[in-house]
């Protein structure tokens, strides 16, 4: 059974509030959903959360780095030349293009994520 983490940190939560360890949730855990559901070390950290009063148990929001990819941009690109000329016109590694048409539902190509990968690395983003 698969739990979501929200759920595994409720009941380390539980535990907490009951003064359980942070081994001992995991074994609580583990003993009723399966061994492995939950690990020692993210029990720790959990506990080490609630013991500073953080009792929130959703993950902070994180942006993350800003893309440096306008996905309107590409997805004109690709429909109007679908070539690995992209990582020159866009100035970005391929991976990067690629992740950004994975976003995109990679519709536009007709063909798989791995052959486009394959495509790009070999003709454009390896300088010789």
């Not at 996905?71 to 070539?83: C, G």
């Not at 992740?99 to 190509?109: E, I, T, V, W």
Request: contains cysteine; hydrophobic residues 35%; aromatic residues 10%.
């Amino acid at each position: 059974m698969e739990l979501s983490k929200g759920y595994i940190r409720g009941l380390l939560l539980y535990d907490f509030k009951f003064g359980e360890s942070a081994a001992a949730s995991c074994r609580h855990i583990g003993g009723a959903f399966g061994e492995g559901t939950v690990s020692d070390r993210t029990a720790r950290e959990w506990f080490a959360r609630l013991r500073k009063g953080a009792f929130i148990l959703q993950d902070p929001f994180r942006s993350g780095r800003k893309s440096d990819v306008n996905n309107d941009r590409l997805r004109q690109l690709v429909e109007s030349d679908p070539t690995p000329e992209l990582t020159q016109d866009l100035g970005v590694h391929y991976a990067t293009i690629a992740r950004h048409l994975h976003q995109l539902g990679n519709p536009l190509l007709g063909i798989s994520d791995r052959e486009f990968d394959i495509m790009l690395s070999q003709k454009h983003c390896f300088p010789k």
